[in-house]
């Protein structure tokens, strides 16, 4: 009671100050008075479309009969996929690099269009951070699999990675099992293409839309180099007459495989191999599928790789000139995601990265076709990264 009072004398001591200072300087007083209400209303302004509207612009709207796939940046400067393909109420998310501090960022941009909280298909093409580091969490840092309930997980059916619980693969599979103790499935695309265990080689996503797992020989074939790329899990979305083939970092051996082992059609959309790297989207694949639209994860012009600046080849970064020479044949609707700068080779290596076209959206009903980057939608050719860098069919 007697805090209460004192509350109260305080109160009431402020309102005679007030009253005072009115009376001896109105014009003064209401001066200061309406200033301090024009200063909040513009900050009340500010505040509502800068920060809270922003936050409540809603995605573009998507017709239940279309399918839309996302190419997304990865919230740091290195390269990596993740792909996110919705269709009415059905999400399917395809790999989540390229480190794990782009969980994130990645988690933020599946938000606006998984509204229920649920991934229906996820599919982890092979062990490389770069395409599975967002997957598990850290002490700071929550992951995919933690952010989002799982129907359905596919991956690799052969790695050369060690399951020790402090490698990248190690906490991917932890993060994985835990999914599946609360109710995911979990198949390997060996298990989907011999159709074991319950899993399929072909998913209804839609009344018109499957999702289809290819055979490569690597499913099953331990691949002679070091790498994990060759056992890549290879996708293919089907909407009537249109195709969408995503083969994550096959390179040209595991390519050849995938020709020889399935009846490819030609593809409406192609995601660009292993980042747009020399290695893969060979000539044995392209002239099977003949892509009408192509779409790279990558940083234009990175030095990522090789890890020695000494080896590095201006030609060879992402996406390599091979890889342009090859895909010019078939199409110049070649689309990036994100382009490398301020690239420093010596002493140390260093660069950062801003938008080339940013987050890619490709939306279709089966009959229309678009294609828009969040940044622009400059084909790769009229850029002026490829201007400086790259020739278009040797000019």
């Not at 007083?29 to 500010?46: E, N, P, Q, S, W």
């Not at 059609?265 to 392209?286: D, M, R, V, W």
């Amino acid at each position: 009671m007697a805090k209460k009072k004192k509350i109260d004398q305080t109160a009431k001591k402020a309102a005679r100050v007030a009253e005072e200072a009115a009376k001896k300087n109105p014009k003064v007083f209401f001066a200061v008075v309406a200033v301090l209400l024009i200063i909040a209303i513009v900050a009340g302004l500010c505040w509502y479309f800068l920060v809270y509207k922003k936050k409540q612009i809603p995605p573009p709207a998507f017709a239940t009969d279309e399918v839309s796939v996302h190419f997304l940046e990865l919230g740091n400067k290195y390269v990596g996929d993740c792909t996110l393909i919705k269709i009415g109420d059905t999400e399917v998310l395809i790999d989540a690099g390229s480190r794990q501090d782009s969980a994130t960022t990645l988690i933020n941009y599946i938000n606006r269009y998984c509204t229920d909280g649920k991934l229906e298909y996820v599919v982890a093409t092979h062990a490389h951070e770069d395409h599975i580091g967002a997957f598990y969490s850290t002490a700071s840092r929550k992951g995919i699999f933690d952010s989002f309930e799982c129907g359905t997980i596919i991956d690799f059916s052969m790695t050369k990675k060690e399951n020790k619980p402090t490698t990248v693969y190690g906490k991917y599979v932890a993060a994985r099992e835990a999914q599946v103790e609360a109710g995911a499935v979990h198949y390997t695309a060996l298990q989907c293409w011999n159709e074991t265990d319950g899993a399929k080689r072909t998913y209804a996503l839609a009344e018109n839309v499957t999702m289809s797992v290819l055979y490569q020989k690597y499913y099953e074939e331990l691949e002679s180099g070091k790498g994990e790329n060759n056992y890549s899990v290879c996708i293919l979305i089907t909407q009537g007459t249109y195709n969408y083939l995503f083969t994550g970092d096959l390179e040209a051996e595991g390519e050849a495989s995938l020709v020889e082992s399935n009846d490819l059609p030609q593809c409406k959309l192609y995601k660009g191999g292993h980042h747009g790297s020399q290695t893969s989207s060979s000539e044995e694949l392209l002239s099977v599928i003949k892509p009408e639209t192509v779409c790279i994860c990558t940083c234009a012009g990175t030095p990522e790789y090789p890890s020695n600046a000494d080896n590095f080849k201006a030609e060879n970064a992402f996406p390599s000139q091979a890889t342009v020479d090859r895909l010019a044949k078939y199409t110049d609707k070649i689309y990036v995601t994100s382009l490398a700068t301020d690239i420093v080779l010596q002493p140390k290596k260093s660069w950062n990265v801003v938008s080339m076209n940013g987050d890619i959206v490709v939306r279709s009903n089966g009959i229309d076709f678009s294609v828009t980057g969040s940044n622009n939608s400059t084909i790769l050719k009229e850029t002026a990264w490829f201007r400086e860098n790259r020739r278009w069919n040797g000019v």
